[in-house]
Every structure is written in C-alpha cells, then in structure tokens.
C-alpha cells in the first residue's frame, strides 16, 4: 500500500514555485479556491517509489505575519494543516530577501526544506553559494534546482524524507528569548495537544499578530502572558524580532556567499529601455498591438480549417430529416460552431500573455503604468487586475484583494467589467473579419485600447462618486529577464484557454439550444414569426436609435449570460454563413458601434456572482450593471450619430 505525504510549496513571488510545481506534478493539478475567500487554490499530486505524494500551492508571499489575504490563507494553511513537508522556494541570486521567510517557518517548528531555485541565473552572475554550510547554519537541507529546466525528484524527495537534520540556532537576544521561553512555558500545558507551535505563537504574540492573541484569549491565557510581557523590556518586539533575523541572515550570508563586484547586466540594459519614462509607455502599446496581430493572424488559417469543418458537418446534420437535423444543424452546429472556429485566437491571445508574464515584462508594465494610474487616482496595484482582466474579468476581480485602500479596491471592481476579456474577443473577431478584412487585426485593438482608455476615465468618476482621493502605493519586485519555456508556456495557455472549452460545452450550447427554439416555435415557422423573434421586436424599439434590428436585440440580450453567447445566437440565425448574415444587418458604421456596445455593456453573469463575492453586496453588482448598459448606449449612439453625420460630408 502506498505511503501518503503532504508536501506543501512556499515562497516569495516570482522566485519560480509555479514552475517548480509544474515540474513536480505535471498535469495532475487542481485549480479551487481557499474555503471563505477567493484566493486561487492549487494542489497537484505524483507519485515516487512507494510513496503517493499530495502538492499544495501556496500563495506567493514575503512574510507570515498575515496582513494580507494571500499571507493568512498560507499562514492558517502551515497552522492547521501541519504538511509533513514544506519546499521553502527561494530566489537563489536573492538570498537576503528571500530567506526572511525561511526563519519564519523554521520557527513554526514545520520540516524544511530550501530549495534553491534559478542556480543557472546564480552561475551567469557568477555567485558563489556554499550550500553545505549554508545547510548547516540553517539546520535544514538544501537543494539546488532550475526549475524551468526540470528537477532532480530523487533529490527532493530524499530531501524531504531526511530527519537527520534540525533547526538549532538562536538568533534573538538573551533576554527577549526568556520572554519566549517564558510565553511558551505558560502556554505549554493548555495548547500543547492543540497542535498550535508554542514558538511561533510567543514571537507572533510579541509582534502584536491577532491571530495568536486570539488563540491565548481562547485558552484563557492571555492576562498571564501580557503580565510576562509588561514586567519584560519588550511589550512590542516587533523592531526587535525583525533586526535579529535581518542581523542572523547578514552573517549568515557572510559566510556561505560570494558575490562579484555590481555590473550592468542584462536585466539592467533591458529595464532602461522598457521602463523609460518617456519611452516605455510607447514601448507597452507596441508590445500590445503585436500579441493581437500575432494572435490574429497566427490564428486564421486554423480558424478558417475549422469552419470547412463546421460547414462540411452542417451539410450532413442537414440531411437528417425533421427537427433532430434542424437542431443539430441550425443549432448546434452553426450556433456553437460559429464560436469554436475562435477557439485558435483565444489560444493564441494567452500563448502571447504566457509569453509576456514569463519573460518578466508584466511587472515592468505595472510598474510602468504606476505614474500614469495615479492620475486617475489609482496605483499600479490596480493595473495589474486590468491586465488580467483581458483574459477574464471574474478571476481578473479576484486579484484585487492585493489592494490595500478600500475605496480603490471597489474602484478596480467596477472598472475592470469594462477591460475586455477574451469571451468579448470572439464577437470582436467575428464582426471585424466581416467588415474590416485585412484591417481587422487594428480594428479589434483599437477596441482594447478603447477598453483601458474608458476603464481609466471611469476610475476618475468612480474616485469623484466615492470621494476616494489617495491611490495606495505600489510595491513590488521586478524579476529578472528570462527564457519562457515551451511546458510552461503550454501550461499556462491551457489552464486558461481550457475555460472557454468548457463554457461552451455548458452555458453556450445550452443558450444556442434554447435560442433554436425559440427561433424554430411554432414548429413550422420561419425564424421571422417565432417566439424568438417576438422577444426581439419586442425590445427592438429600444436599441432602434443604435441601429440595430431584432437579431442583434436578441444576441446582446442572450449575450448578457456569456459574451460568447452573442455569436451563437446571431449563427442560429446565420444559416452556415454569419459573416454574410451580418452584412444584412449591419455596415460598417453600425458594426464598430456593435462592438463599443459589447465591450461596455452588462458583465456576464460570473462576472456578477464574483463582484458580489469580492465586495459582500449586491449593491455594486446592481450598480455595475445600471451604469455599464446605460453607458454603452450612450457610447455606441454618439458614435453611430457622429459616425453616420461624417459619412454623409
């Protein structure tokens, strides 16, 4: 029977523990989310020798002192769970920042192990780590990894089995570690069987952390340790514990660590060019007009293989006689399929953001975009869920827990619905190949570039509504340069695009299975007599002054659901050639007027259910809705009016 170990990965951001966890489980891995909060869940499982072995992802984060979400979530995890193993993943160029974190988890009294990671980086910089004595300072094992490049599993798994070593420094002055020693003593013979590491808890109490307060107010201890701590020099030790770590990892270092004198590398060549102040910004558009004329035109010619495709499989449905082959024909086929031949360029769009994001250019372009946010009093820590918010806007509004000022964080909720997502991507792709040819590629960026300039004005009205004047300031760390690789590239394209597959085995065919019944009810009539198009004649008298007929009346309406729903609601109608049907209904004018309405109409229902799970109100979901559709009319009708009055001169 095999032996069950949990292994838990942590460390700073961008140190590579993604990469390592890919490394270790492959494609065996889980995506969730924590329980109580939004915070993305990652676990994966291999197996070695005899062993069945469970790998949990913890957020990144620089510190367990939990003043984030990110931090409690990792912090409650190491308490409660107590992992038979931790991987402490760590910048190996960056031992100084990084190994602040070890100590804390050394503390907790939880089995490390440091994982050495981007030793290749260490060698080009020419750094000398003598990782023996760097084992033996620390008292736990040390292994050297490259992460991108695959890992030694025998290694870390001999690592991790290995008991021989243990934590035996101690680093804090005489008379401060009597007072933990004192906390511990008091604390041992009510929390002992708890499970809860004395040790962590008397430094956390003496830090002022509310979570190890609580934890001696629930054990009715709380009025003798503060009496321990007040008849001490150190009733807030917090300076204290963080001098004596810094001071025991500076000689640490002294010892196990050689570094060349400071030269200008090529990370350094490379920031002074893309985070230039004047031409960086110009740089960042660059770089985005790109990744959408690459993934445009790198998609086509699968996207047209699989629309033969679609039309060869039409032409078969149609030979089924009666309902089966209408619905298989008109509606599955020409409704789901008219979304699936853009299956190529949703690939290729996260193909391209993999691309950005493991290379290191998406932390510059945070940082770059930090100045021009506080304009429209927000900070770089917002742009970051803006620039996610192009691939989805539900998980985009998840990462807005890292902003720290409230009132910014609801501002970066309600914009970011305005930032399009790949759903949106679709219909842009759709309209565009039909009207604009080989300008498409232009058009749709135009359109992105659209989204951030709107999202950024609404930022300053929402700012002005919520009386928000400062934006908070953004720290981060900017990694080095690197070579994405082709596993991770792959990894990251398919965990996202993955989404959109299954969307349209669910909500899409289920919304192009009722719109073909809509459209065929009564049975026997034509699609301008159905229910369907009653619901949009209905409506249509509203969307009359944009332009648009009933057809489009009705997508936009099924399109509040799923973006992607718009299309295949227009291809139930399309008979097997939406870019032709489209033409019938639209011009040009009409078309881009189209897409503004779709990019800045309603979120989609997921959208919705996250906003409200984000802020704990319906109150900014309801909000969001309201102002986005009456904004969207109003955008697309001055556009058509201006559009059309030009047309005519």
Request: with cysteine; glycine share 8%; hydrophobic share 50%.
């Amino acid at each position: 029977m095999a032996k069950k170990i949990k292994i838990a990965l942590v460390g700073n951001p961008n140190v590579g523990k993604t990469a390592l966890f890919n490394a270790l489980t492959g494609s065996h891995q889980y995506v969730a989310n924590w329980p109580g909060v939004t915070v993305e869940k990652k676990t994966g499982r291999f197996s070695w020798k005899d062993y069945e072995v469970d790998v949990v992802d913890l957020p990144g984060i620089y510190t367990l002192r939990a003043r984030s979400i990110d931090e409690r979530v990792a912090r409650d995890y190491l308490i409660q769970e107590r992992p038979d193993v931790v991987l402490d993943v760590v910048d190996a160029t960056n031992l100084s920042r990084n190994l602040y974190l070890t100590i804390q988890l050394s503390e907790m009294g939880l089995k490390t192990v440091l994982i050495l990671n981007q030793m290749d980086q260490v060698e080009n910089m020419d750094i000398k780590i003598n990782t023996s004595e760097l084992s033996k300072r620390l008292g736990i094992r040390v292994v050297e990894t490259v992460a991108t490049k695959g890992v030694d599993l025998d290694e870390i798994m001999e690592a991790a089995l290995d008991t021989s070593l243990s934590v035996r420094y101690q680093i804090y002055p005489e008379p401060f570690e009597k007072l933990v020693k004192k906390i511990e003593e008091i604390s041992k013979g009510e929390l002992k069987n708890n499970g809860i590491p004395l040790r962590w808890l008397a430094l956390s109490f003496s830090e002022g952390d509310e979570l190890a307060k609580k934890i001696l107010e629930k054990g009715g201890l709380i009025k003798e340790v503060e009496k321990a701590a007040a008849a001490s020099e150190y009733q807030n030790a917090s300076l204290v514990i963080a001098r004596s770590r810094y001071n025991f990892i500076s000689s640490t270092l002294k010892q196990v660590e050689v570094r060349p004198k400071a030269s200008w590398t090529v990370t350094d060549a490379l920031d002074h060019v893309f985070t230039h102040k004047i031409l960086g910004i110009p740089i960042f558009v660059s770089i985005l007009w790109m990744m959408f004329e690459f993934a445009f035109s790198s998609s086509s010619p699968l996207s047209d293989l699989i629309e033969l495709g679609f039309n060869a499989l039409g032409g078969y449905a149609h030979a089924i006689p009666g309902w089966l082959g209408s619905l298989i024909g008109d509606g599955i086929i020409s409704g789901v399929g008219s979304v699936l031949v853009f299956v190529p360029l949703i690939f290729f769009m996260f193909f391209a953001m993999g691309i950005l994001e493991d290379t290191g250019y998406m932390s510059r372009a945070a940082f770059l975009i930090d100045r021009l946010m506080h304009r429209f009093k927000l900070s770089g820590k917002a742009f970051i869920p803006m620039i996610l918010g192009f691939g989805c806007n539900a998980s985009a509004i998840m990462t807005t827990r890292t902003v720290e000022s409230e009132k910014e964080r609801i501002i970066s909720i309600l914009i970011n619905p305005f930032i399009s997502c790949s759903a949106r991507l679709v219909v842009y792709a759709v309209i565009a190949g039909a009207f604009f040819g080989k300008f498409a590629g232009l058009v749709i960026f135009s359109i992105y570039m659209v989204s951030v300039v709107f999202a950024l004005s609404m930022a300053v009205v929402f700012s002005f509504l919520l009386k928000s004047r400062e934006s908070s300031p953004l720290t981060m760390e900017l990694p080095r340069y690197q070579l994405p690789t082709g596993k991770g590239l792959w990894i990251y394209m398919w965990s996202r695009g993955k989404h959109f597959l299954k969307k349209a085995g669910g909500i899409i065919l289920g919304a192009t299975v009722l719109v073909w019944f809509l459209s065929n009810m009564p049975w026997g009539t034509s699609a301008q007599n159905s229910w369907a198009a009653d619901i949009g004649k209905t409506l249509a008298p509203i969307f009359a002054p944009l332009h648009f007929g009933w057809h489009i009346t009705l997508a936009l309406l099924f399109g509040g659901v799923a973006k992607e729903v718009t299309v295949t609601t227009l291809g139930t109608f399309a008979g097997g050639n939406l870019s032709v049907f489209l033409k019938t209904v639209l011009d040009p004018i009409n078309a881009y007027a189209l897409m503004l309405f779709v990019l800045i109409y309603i979120p989609c229902v997921a959208t919705q259910a996250v906003m409200h799970m984000e802020t704990g109100s319906y109150k900014w979901p309801i909000l969001s809705v309201i102002w986005s559709l009456s904004s969207a009319y109003i955008i697309a009708f001055l556009f058509e009016t201006v559009g059309h009055l030009v047309v005519r001169i």
